[in-house]
């Protein structure tokens, strides 16, 4: 199978390894501006992230919201990877993943405070963005659950005969679901050109990757020799290394069809969501602060765009303001949005219902008296 | 008209589909290599190769959520449950995925699926291989389900629910696979959610669906033989959607309703049918709305047990009469 490196523990400065890593192949032709997409990139999921946790505390956004600050880096990589008939989905972590892949601040943010404006009209909330128009496919709730859509998607790609991959994101804790299993198995037996990321930030909910899977010592994705599949260890606080992995599953789905299974170790600042009212009992603040001063993928990243001189530190906060007033804007866009009318309630169900000068079937689809 | 089985309708509906559209595909466990477990996928892959009949492994929630995404895509795939009793292991993927996507995607996300493959009791196969769960899937927004009961309703409402762009959850019936009917050699489609009378008659309605419309019918000749009661047999065929019109002109017809199903009676399908009959058709009624149902239990295994615990023509007689 393919290389099986265990992340070390790293000994240079993070930015001089980013340097190193930007020699790779598959980094080595980045031209200037599209480094500093990356960091564009990156800098505008986490102040959207940040300007939605303030309007949920504000006591605007209802249910759940998972933030993704601390594991940027991995949406970006990958969103940067894609070409025409490659995939995305994930679970319902996914803030990052959409507007990596481009969808808009406001149509996101709206859909968080449930309005008629957002992405999913209001119906879908924190865990359920879709942009099938930039093939990403959400945001889906149950953990483990999208893992085998991904694997639908994979092979919809073949079967279409096009050259394509579909990437399937999970957090740590999904990879117990049996649901997983069998994508995993239906992916390598049938030669599905899948790649399945596990985002590993440690914890799965409230409960330590130590408490919740049994796995080899080479970690997760190791699990992947029991279906005869590629996989790889990565390092999430570096874009470079992430995009170099990836590109290696993108690669092989591509040209061999084959699966792969990535586990990239990343950290999420947040608890599990922002309703997590033990978030703080069950990590230690030395734990948050180690991995926010020393492997926050973001900060690494500015490091090195530093000291490589790709940008100037003037640069980067006229992107951080634009980004920061890019989600104040979006805030106040889903502020002053409508909220979906009651008559909405039934629209979306069916295809037929919403199209019915199209309608092939009879009788009551509804049922409300 | 030539006379073909249950089992061969199906198979002509998804030969026909499959010829028809480059998007079809046939997915389940031993549907291709095997023939079927049932054998109504027998010969397909000869004449279809692999590429559209597939075999799985035996992982339902991997392959129907494999389905899923696959159907968002564009493909188009008709996947079999060796069992309906086997969908509860692929429930999340059938339900939270398949129905809500759309939803939840505010529209953006369609799902042509079919999920199919015989449901119902009757084969002495024991509580876990004997489910009936076309209520729990027509208690969810944004499926649709269907039982039909005769290999021209079987093959007809088969390329509905192929061309449908909503999930379709067919429910064939084990003990109708061998039964033979009319069926055209010209093209057709019945369309999802239009009842059919498969005995016109004005004393009585008796509603029924799926492996019940037998059961309906052989007490219509009894109550018409023996007694001289004319009964009206109405077959659902779609649960959702629902024909409520021609159940209600029936019983506007007869005044008097008598609901046969394999489902238990807690939350069974006949419940919403008994409340739609007396919220449209209250007046018109001359007696109470009688059910028989499934005997409120775990399937029985006992062979010589079995038949006494699933809805018989006797009782359907017993009721009717009941009422008059």
Partial sequence: MSAKTTPKKRVKPAASILADEAKLPINKDLSKEEQIGFYRDM???RRFEERSLRVYQQGKIGGFLHLY???ESIAVACASLMGDHDHMITAYRNHGHALAVGMGMNECMAELLGKATGCSKGKGGSMHFFAPDKNYWGGHGIVGGQIPLGVGLAYGVKYKGNTGSAMAFMGDGAINQGAVHEAYNLAALWDLPAIFIIENNGYSMGTSQERSSSHPKEGLAARAEGYNMAWENINGESLFAIRDGVGRAIKRAHEESKPTILEIHTYRYQGHSVADANAKKYRTKEEIDDYRKNHDPLNVYRLYLLDQKVMSEEEMKEIDAAAKKEADDAAKFADESPFPSVESITEDVYWEADNPDQRTSEGRLFFND | MPE?????????????????DENVVV???EVAQYNGAYKVTEGLLERYGPKRIVDAPISEAGFIGMGIGASMLGVRPVMELMFWSFAYVAWDQMINNAGCVRYMSGGLINVPIVIRGPANGGTNVGATHSHTPENLIA????????????PYDAKGLMKAAIRDNDPVYVMESTLLYGTTGE?????????LGKADIKKEGTDVTIVCHGPSVPVALTAAQVLEEEHNISAEVVDLRSIRPLDEETIINSVKKTSRAVLVEENRPFCGVDAQIAYTIQNKAFDYLDAPILRVS????????????????????????DKVLSIM
Avoid: F, W
């Fill in chain 1, 43 to 45: 800098v505008r999921i």
């Fill in chain 1, 69 to 71: 600050i601390g594991q």
């Fill in chain 2, 139 to 150: 208690n969810m927004p944004g499926l649709k389900v269907v039982c039909p009961a005769t």
């Fill in chain 2, 4 to 20: 073909i089985s249950y089992r061969q309708a199906i198979k002509d509906a998804l030969a026909e589909e499959i010829e028809r």
């Fill in chain 2, 294 to 317: 499934t005997i409120d239990a775990p399937a029985m295994y006992s062979p010589a047990i079995e038949p006494e615990q699933l809805p018989k023509a006797a009782t359907v007689v």
């Fill in chain 2, 27 to 29: 997915i389940g466990e």
């Fill in chain 2, 183 to 191: 069926v055209p050699e010209e093209e057709y489609v019945i369309p």
